[in-house]
Nanobody
Framework: QVQLVESGGGLVQAGGSLRLSCEASGRTFSSYAMGWFRQAPGKEREFVAAISGIGSSTKYADSVKGRFTISRDNSKNAVYLQMNSLKPEDTAVYYC????????????????????WGQGTQATVSS
């Protein structure tokens, strides 16, 4: 079982940036895809971005494409989400997740394919 700890959330004005981090422990990090999801108040959890185990493939939700960048550093067992040009509608609790099965080259978007989740970090964008 993998343990995931997110950090980097906070309060920022619209148009600003935040960088989220997620550190993992417990298994071979580079064998598993990682994803970021978010949940706004009163809404269901939604996919934001994902990256394959070796970082060769990424996937983004249309709502964040061109503004957010997912990356990983397998030497540090960490995955990051750089969020630029933030909008109030980006306000949510952001969760990182690790794929259930090894996924070296594929970046999945289906939350059912992720089996381990962090506790979440709040990102708030003011208008």
């Amino acid at each position: 079982q993998v343990q995931l700890v997110e950090s980097g959330g906070g309060l920022v004005q619209a148009g600003g940036s935040l960088r989220l981090s997620c550190e993992a422990s417990g298994r071979t990090f580079s064998s598993y895809a990682m994803g970021w999801f978010r949940q706004a108040p009163g809404k269901e959890r939604e996919f934001v971005a994902a990256i394959s185990g070796i970082g060769s493939s990424t996937k983004y939700a249309d709502s964040v494409k061109g503004r957010f960048t997912i990356s990983r550093d397998n030497s540090k067992n960490a995955v990051y989400l750089q969020m630029n040009s933030l909008k109030p509608e980006d306000t949510a609790v952001y969760y990182c997740a690790s794929s259930r099965r090894t996924s070296t080259f594929v970046a999945p978007a289906d939350p059912l394919l992720f089996g381990s989740w962090g506790q979440g970090t709040q990102a708030t964008v003011s208008s």
